[in-house]
């Protein structure tokens, strides 16, 4: 039973509400009926709809048990040509079936469900509804470089193992599997860092020797006024200024 109003605001020509859903007694026939009008506020009856229960549908009747107020789904849809009657396309009592219908743009209203369908419908899905078990995977993202790699190479394996015929391989294990491209990178910085050779100043980074040298400290501006007088940087009062005295000796044991 929907209730339609004429006019409700300055942008809407008719406006539609979920009013209440009636047993069809039989008597009522297939087509809309008009109950009252008076003009501005009509309630419409829609007969001829049935509610079944499936089996592979419980998911969406347990959510509807569960979400604390058991209703029913009613919706329909406005058509273009005549926006004063709509074309009602299902009742249900399937939160899931209510979700699909809404993604298909369709206009979905709720009305509590009575106590006595609650415990129909609660019956039907404590028979027949089979949770879901999800088995939780590790996201790969998760995973090291080797733990990705094992896992692509398991999954060649199997795959292959399952053209064969055969049974799928276990991985390599970490003794003689070849080394992976993480720990060659790690291999070269060690190279890197412990190799005299691969050490030598090219003058544009900071030696360790240099890195206390900041520019705030005595040993700092000393540097930086040398290496000025060397490039011919500095004026005539400059040339002449005194250096810094460089910083005192740090005491034995400090770091």
């Known amino acids: 039973m929907l209730e339609r109003v004429a006019a409700p605001n300055a942008w809407e020509a008719w406006k539609f509400r979920l009013v209440d859903v009636v047993p069809d007694e039989g008597v009522f026939g297939s087509a809309p009926r ?3 009008d008076d003009g501005k506020l009509s309630r419409w009856l829609f007969p001829g709809f049935g509610v079944e229960l499936f089996a592979d549908e419980c998911k969406g009747y347990y959510l509807n048990l569960t979400s604390g107020r058991p209703s029913w789904f009613v919706s329909w849809v406005i058509d273009g040509d005549d926006e004063s009657m709509p074309t009602m396309t299902g009742v249900s009592v399937s ?10 743009e369709e206009h979905v209203e709720t009305i509590a469900l009575a106590p ?26 998760f995973l090291s ?12 394996a199997a ?9 799928p391989e276990a991985p390599a294990g970490q003794a003689g599997e070849p080394p992976s491209e993480r720990a060659r990178n790690a291999a070269l910085r060690e190279m890197f860092h412990s190799d005299p050779h691969f050490r030598r100043s090219d003058d544009l980074n900071v030696a360790d020797d240099e890195v206390h040298e900041i520019e705030g400290t005595p040993a700092g501006r000393q540097a930086k006024i ?16 005194e250096l810094p ?8 044991g400090a770091r």
């Open 245 to 252: 005295p460089p910083d005192p000796p740090a005491p034995p």
């Open 116 to 141: 006595e369908l609650c415990e129909w419908l609660r019956l039907f899905t404590n028979e027949h509804y089979q949770p879901e078990t999800r088995r939780k995977v590790r996201a790969m993202s």
């Open 159 to 167: 795959a292959d193992g399952a053209a064969a015929g055969r049974a």
């Open 226 to 241: 040398l290496k000025a007088r060397r490039l011919g940087l500095l004026d005539d009062e400059l040339v002449d200024q």
């Open 145 to 156: 470089p080797e733990e990705r790699e094992r896992h692509m190479a398991g999954l060649a």
């Open 95 to 104: 939160y899931v079936e209510a979700d699909r219908r809404m993604a298909s």
């Open 34 to 36: 008009r109950l009252v």
